[in-house]
């Protein structure tokens, strides 16, 4: 069994300033996505493609400032929908069940399915990918810029730049866990102290791991990610812009 | 490019008696799939491995008797999992960032990444996959029969059911609504009403969807879809369960 392609991808940030991509190789590898698994063939989401330099300039401010965002060949933002799907029942006398939390958190999985699917076929066609995952940091400012309807039928979740990588790249894997970290057998194993100690023995032994410390000021690893990178505050502001959105009622 | 394994693949739902997975292959692919992009490289997710025929039997049950979770050589259900993250940063003196619903709903976009993932793989790999959504109708019975903690850190999401297909196994991609229908341009397009007319031309013209109709002694298709296969109790229903795991506190 080969493996070779998964066990060595990893995500691009910078993409090539030659080879570019066009659109009827964008819409071909949109199309072969569409065949992912979704949720009773009801394909509850929705892309939206930007490949304009002005309107990547004005995404790449919302994303922060991250440089893949504009320098990318086409920055897509995937969207849970349950908005085609509701005018397609209201257009056929049918109740339209999907505008409510339910429906769109099968959404937010339909289109997430969708996505990895996108980035998986580019990658495997030559292209380089990265998720952008501040989509959710400000949900109303990208649902401004996209033109995206308010109401909670149609969330963006996050954008994939993508593009060719550059030559100079170098697909170095990302580290991760030991897969008894993250899976369980016959029922969820609930790690002890040891446990947690032999899952990021690696992790925390990496050269990275020690300038990240030292750069942030801070006694361990686990305060870099939990304090500095993905802090209480943040992740309570984007709970708080999500549940609103898949709870929205009129 | 070749794009003919993405648009050929489709679900399978009856495998094999005669050729089977072993643990060895299961475990190569699932460390393959932790390959997959990860917010942050945290990994937040745990998959629970049920290969026991005893233990597929009761999961069945719960998964209302579909064939697929017996029949399968693994079912595998993808959990959303900020718990492993947040013992880690218990464990190194750091704040538990993530206990919360930015956290968990960040971890449902992990999650289902690494699911589909692993599915790609599996596929490519000669295997067959479907995705069994019933695991919302019934989180808690999920929660029980798996060993899953209360509260909402670990979430059980769907499963997969792997196997290799059997030999009779007939690969018919479903058919898809037309690009135009899921991807917008520069800023979300809202569909009208001739739009909506368009994008579901080809499906309600199948065979299978006058069948379906009449079957289920409706008038339209969308009928079929939003007040059988997923009407709104129904989402009401696990849309409460899924955010009251999300929005769990203690």
């Known amino acids: 069994m080969n493996t070779a392609f998964f066990n060595s991808r990893a995500s691009v940030r910078s993409f090539s300033s030659e080879k570019h991509l066009d659109r009827e190789t964008l819409d071909c590898l949109l199309a072969a996505a569409t065949h992912a698994p979704t949720t009773g063939n009801m394909q509850l989401y929705n892309v939206i493609v930007s490949t304009d330099g002005a309107a990547k300039e004005r995404l790449t401010e919302l994303h922060l400032g991250q440089p893949a965002a504009r320098n990318c060949d086409a920055l897509l933002t995937f969207c849970a929908d349950v908005r085609r799907f509701g005018k397609w029942c209201v257009a056929r006398h049918a109740e339209n069940s999907l505008a ?6 099968t959404a ?6 969708f996505a990895q699917q996108f980035v998986t076929a580019a990658e495997q066609a030559g292209l380089g990918c990265v998720y952008l995952g501040t989509v959710t940091y400000n949900i109303e400012g990208f649902c401004k810029a996209l033109g995206i309807p308010e109401g909670g039928d149609v969330i963006p979740l996050f954008s994939v730049a993508v593009g060719y990588p550059t030559e100079e790249c170098v697909f170095k894997p ?3 866990l030991p897969l008894d970290a993250v899976v369980s057998r ?10 947690i100690d032999a899952y990021y023995a690696e992790k925390e032994q990496r050269e990275d791991s020690a300038r990240f410390i030292a750069e942030n000021n801070k006694s361990t690893l686990a305060q870099v990610y939990s304090e500095v990178r993905y802090p209480k505050e943040l992740n309570l502001s984007l709970g708080r812009q999500l549940m609103q959105a898949i709870a929205y009622s009129e």
Do not use: C
């Open 108 to 113: 937010i999985i339909d289109a997430t399915i």
């Open 174 to 176: 990302s580290d991760r």
């Open 100 to 105: 409510n939390a339910g429906g769109r958190l």
């Open 186 to 195: 016959d029922t969820y194993h609930d790690a002890d102290n040891a446990d």
